[in-house]
């Protein structure tokens, strides 16, 4: 089945990104929950935290400065080094 992912950062022309496969399991797996300012985000993601902290996954969490605007850069490659899978959280 394909699938296509829209990117809301208002691009232009449409990239096209290959999905990265899914882990295997959670057992031993970082996962980074992106927290990105927003109300009750953080709701969201402690009750996802509990989640896969059940499921064996080691959770790292990190916060946005602004909603407005896109992460910093410093913070998008900590995450990329830290963790093998990440959650974003948009909520209201």
């Given amino acids: 089945m394909s699938r296509i992912l829209l990117d809301p950062t208002s ?4 990239a096209t990104r290959e999905r990265l ?6 057992d031993g797996l970082t996962v980074g929950l992106l927290d ?3 109300p009750r ?3 969201f993601l402690d009750r996802l935290e509990a989640r896969l902290s059940q ?5 790292r969490r990190y916060k946005k400065p602004t ?6 850069p410093d913070l ?8 093998g899978a990440v959650v ?5």
């Avoid at 691009?11 to 449409?14: A, F, G, I, Q, V």
């Avoid at 496969?21 to 959670?26: S, V, W």
């Avoid at 909603?67 to 910093?72: L, M, R, V, Y």
């Fill in 88 to 92: 974003e959280a948009l909520a209201d």
């Fill in 21 to 26: 496969p899914r882990p295997a399991a959670l």
């Fill in 76 to 83: 998008r490659r900590e995450i990329a080094v830290e963790c």
């Fill in 11 to 14: 691009e232009r022309s449409l």
């Fill in 67 to 72: 909603f407005a605007k896109p992460a910093p």
């Fill in 36 to 38: 990105i300012s927003k």
């Fill in 55 to 59: 499921g064996g996954a080691v959770v």
């Fill in 41 to 43: 985000g953080d709701v």
